[in-house]
């Protein structure tokens, strides 16, 4: 069906199979932040989340089917009635939605896992199906496993998925263990004995164990594909899903080859990458393609001298292309509150109220009386600082550390906890020990550090730090940032910042359901 259309469909798993990550567990607000942006990016199908997995989960998907206006939403659900039910409920907001179904159909999977035989897998597979076409005419199915099911098997499962309504078929190469030439006689099988597979779009899932998610997704469009399912910055289970960027500048940049067209705005992905890594603590890899530090940075002599040249010589793609605008110097501290506005607009944040913008405008001119330079960088951090700040119960009023080789650290703090001024001083194994021991003092609680991270926000020793802390109390998992030139005044504030959002998730997430088996 989809062979002679070049468009290609791209659906986002950010928020779903990307939030599978270890770690990278988001708040409800963080994912409606993310929605408003993805759509804004230009996904057509955004999974929003696994309803069934969580109350948080299920929380998520209806809020976010609430606010989509273009992108179609999506909810994950296992082969149960339950799940489909619940992923139904969570999307029946929506006009239009999809709901995705799965099933592992691998040998190995079906004994071990599923311990059924491959005629209790068709049963299901129908009832699913049909059950799910009851709610909405979207319906996706996957073969969980589908590079490792024999191929004889994955045609029959995939012929029979058809015939109980599923308009979209997914390929997933769960494990990451396919490679393009094989992954592209994968999905040619499809079209070549299937006999019903014009009645649906094929699309490729593609994990990257063997990094070759981005290759092996490209191969299955070749094969006629024509939905590809991936994450922003690469995010997911293990090493991760096929990148949305890496395909869409792939598929931009080599239109030459690759004859595809996609609906996303490329200038918006600087943008998506840089709040995906915000909100989950997760940290771009500098040489990461398109949206790593140095993607567009040239350091040897002979390339910036080729550059000066002729662009061409050691760029295929421009940095504006992806929304990456030249770091500018043009901010400083003589820049009045409207070019800061225009500013904020420019660099993707065009609707701030004015109360925000007051605030960061403020913070912006202290930052200028400090720092010789003003990056762009510095002023998304002062932006997403203050963003993150709604809802707090705790904020930082003052900090005074003494800190050297002399010892011990001390940390003298006033924190804010829920309108009430509090005040301690501590000793600690370090300055950033004996800040985090006074939080813990005046705000008791007992959670597991699982990442303490300093990154600078640009260059040069007057340069602001971000720091990311994630912690975890009874398997829920928060990361917070923050910004500022003080690294440990960053370091408090991204300690309170991850308790905050803690504290909204206690109030939220009930315990999740054993989700171990997938039927
Ligand atoms: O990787 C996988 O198999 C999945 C399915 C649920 C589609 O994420
Ligand atoms: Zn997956």
Redesign the pocket.
Known sequence: MAKSNNQIIIFDTTLR?GEQSPGASMSLEEKVQIAHAFEDLGVDVMEAGFPAASNGDFEAVSEIAKILKKTIPCG?ARAVKADIEKCKDALKHSKRFRIHT?LSTSPLHMKHKLKKTPKEVLELIKDSVSLARRFTDDVEW?P??GTRTTPDFLCKTVELAIKCGAKTI?I?D?VGYTIPDEYYKTIKLLFDKVPNIDKAIVST?C?NDLGLAVANSLAGVKAGARQIECTINGIG?RAGNAALEEIVMAIKTRSDLMPYKTNINTKKISSCSKLVANVTGFPVQFNKAIVGKNAFAHESGIHQDGMLKNKKTYEIMTPESVGVTKSSLVMGKHSGRNAFKDKAAELGYPDLNEELVNNTFKKFKDLADKKKHVFDEDIIALIDDDLMKHNNAISLSSLEVIAGTKGPQKAKIELMIYDEIKKTETEGDGPVDAIFKAIKKIYPHNVNLQLYQVQAVTEGTDAQATVSVRIEEKGKISVGQAADTDTLVASAKAYINALNKLIIKRKRTAPSPDLSASA
Do not use: A, R
């Open positions: 199979d994950l799965f996957s969980e496993d997914n997933p769960t899932h994990h289970e």
